[in-house]
């Protein structure tokens, strides 16, 4: 059974920086698609950024784009999320999930099978 976990969320000024954590027990993240996500109150989940694929291609949503970056540190079984740049409009609970290593879907929701708990990111202007 594997288990997720997001740390690093906080409340940040706008223009600030985050760097969130997924951290897995029970699965190895190299062998998978990971991917973050995020909830604003009252709207939907949308996609962040996920790296996949045996050679770790990374895709954003183009509300991130230049500002996000994800990364592997396989010798820590971690994915990391820096923020950079953060927005008000960033305001979410963040969360990773896991998917097929070549997920075809890689920007939906349903590509992915396990999902943390989430951290909440809080930007204020």
């Known amino acids: 059974q594997v288990q997720l976990v997001e740390s690093g969320g906080g409340l940040v000024q706008a223009g600030g920086s985050l760097k969130l954590s997924c951290a897995a027990s029970g699965r190895t993240l190299s062998q998978y698609a990971v991917g973050w996500f995020r909830r604003a109150p009252g709207q939907e989940r949308e996609f962040v950024a996920t790296?996949?694929?045996?050679?770790?291609?990374?895709d954003y949503a183009d509300s991130v784009k230049g500002r996000f970056t994800i990364s592997r540190d396989n010798a820590k079984n971690t994915v990391s999320l820096q923020m950079n740049r953060l927005k008000p409009e960033d305001t979410a609970v963040y969360y990773c999930?896991?998917?097929?290593?070549?997920?075809?879907?890689?920007?939906?929701?349903?590509?992915?099978?396990?999902w943390g708990q989430g951290t909440q990111v809080t930007v204020s202007s």
């Open positions: 790296t996949i694929g045996p050679y770790t291609r990374s």
């Open positions: 999930a896991i998917g097929p290593p070549m997920t075809a879907v890689p920007g939906a929701a349903f590509g992915y099978h396990s």
